[in-house]
């Protein structure tokens, strides 16, 4: 009798095989969305996926279904990413989705349209949250590819520009599995940084699918929640996004948002020499009106008679100026005389002058004056001269019998 295994091994077995099959593991699969059911309390996502004669079922864990950029529906038309496997427990063939975007014009434009509604409905494109761009900004954030062809045009023309603006590179994918995620990562990083003024989400032209990634929900909502202008530049002028919508300005392309985010420094030196021009010539129009206006106050006779009756009271003062200074000088003249005179008369009463005239005064031990008949013999006196003094002892003193006259 041959060797046996049970269910469980055999599903085992199958799903081992599935799993190790390497054209397996990497699937892109097209088909038609059937039975989709969105797990309210796990979050994981069922649904089948379907063409004209076969299906297959379908999951997509809760990580991965919350980074869908769109709402998936009955009968869309869908590319969904992911490895084919086995589920033991029902022996069920499945397909585990880690990614899925609509395929074809109709199915992508349900998405985009039912995404659209839904934005407009929270107000995500509401015109009064649009934020007007820095006329100058001193730094520009950058979300974009480091080795795409947008940096390039935006670096050429805002350096040409406008050369004091700074740039800040998020360097993320734009395109791929990872490039939603990627993408909300540069956004919030550079609106946590406080370099830049305004953040700049780009990418060159391609494919609707290659620009895909731009209608997610994810990132229209990162870009809404910024706190710093959003400037939208996706692909060509043709292509319009999601993000489009959401950000504070729209530019057809790179080279177009770089121009719409820094000043032409050509444009800015015209506007500085006009402005210089207007000065000049505001400043030498109210010179003018105020010369003239001097001229006509001038000419008036309100003027004319207040400045004769100026001339008078300077006139007036002169006159009278003079009159002090004669009087001033009569007074200096007659003050000098009259002490000339009490020089004189001082000068006839001094005791020096009676000196001089070969007249002595009898002074004491002390050097007071004294009178000789005050004298006392041996008494120690001095006789002062005009030019001489004689130290003297009085031997004896005579009286006289009357005054000399």
Known sequence: ???????????????QVLEQCEPLNNLIVCGEISNFTRHYKSGHCYFTLKDERASVKCVMFRDKARLLGFEPENGMLVLAYGRATLYERDGAFQLYCDYMRPFGAGAAQMAFDALKKKLTAEGLFDPAH????????????????????ALQDVIHVASRRWPLTKLLLA??????LEAEQS?????????????PDVILVTRGGGSKEDLWVFNSERIARAAYACHKPVVSAVGHEIDTTILDYVADLRAPTPSAAAE??????????RQLFILQENIQKNIQSRLQICYNNCKTISASPVLRNAQHSVQLRAENLARVTAQIQNEIHEKETHCGQTLQSAAAVAASVSPYAVLARGYTIVKDEHGNHTNVAELQPGQKITIQGNLAAAQCTVDAVERAERPIR
């Open 130 to 149: 649009k934020r007007p761009l820095p006329a100058m900004p001193k730094c520009i954030g950058i979300v974009t590819s480091k080795t795409g062809a």
């Open 260 to 269: 719409l985010c820094v000043p032409d420094v050509s444009q800015v030196r």
């Open 183 to 195: 993408i909300v990562e540069g956004i919030k990083r550079l609106d946590a940084d406080p370099r």
């Open 1 to 15: 009798m041959a060797d046996y295994i049970n269910v469980t091994t055999l599903n085992l077995l199958a799903r």
């Open 171 to 176: 360097p993320v994918s734009v395109q791929g």
